[in-house]
């Protein structure tokens, strides 16, 4: 049997073209050149499940902790919103949370630089 996730990943387009899903990955885009500083000092991390999460909060200044906590929770939001937008444009609203593990897994590889944390299966921070 097949499971869901495994469905999802070999018949989901991740690429599927939409100006919904353009917008959210152009917002992300942009917000990326303020979210890297925090990936490359290792107070940010990739979560398991798809988003971004602050590791090393005392590491911050208070100023760059206020901004960061903006940050990720606008990135997560626009997370959040591709992921269903993707399923929703594929005709299967459900493979959401599937889909999350998919770019969980994609972010890492593709996405993450050499020294950046991310969370692994078991929820554990590793270093790439």
């Not at 005709?91 to 993450?112: C, N, Q, T, Y």
């Amino acid at each position: 049997a097949v499971t869901p996730a495994a469905h999802a990943h070999n018949a989901a387009n991740t690429d599927v073209p939409s100006p919904d899903i353009r917008a959210l990955q152009a917002s992300m885009t942009a917000r990326f050149a303020q979210l890297r500083r925090f990936f490359d000092t290792g107070a940010l991390g990739l979560t398991q499940d798809g988003l971004v999460q602050i590791r090393d909060a005392a590491s911050l200044s208070l100023p760059d902790r206020g901004l960061l906590n903006r940050l990720v929770a606008e990135d997560n939001k626009d997370r959040e919103s591709l992921y269903n937008e993707i399923a929703r444009a594929n005709g299967h609203p459900e493979w959401a949370g599937d889909l999350r593990k998919i770019f969980a897994r994609r972010w890492v590889e593709r996405g993450a630089q050499s020294g950046w944390y991310y969370q692994n299966a078991a929820g554990a921070w590793v270093q790439k």
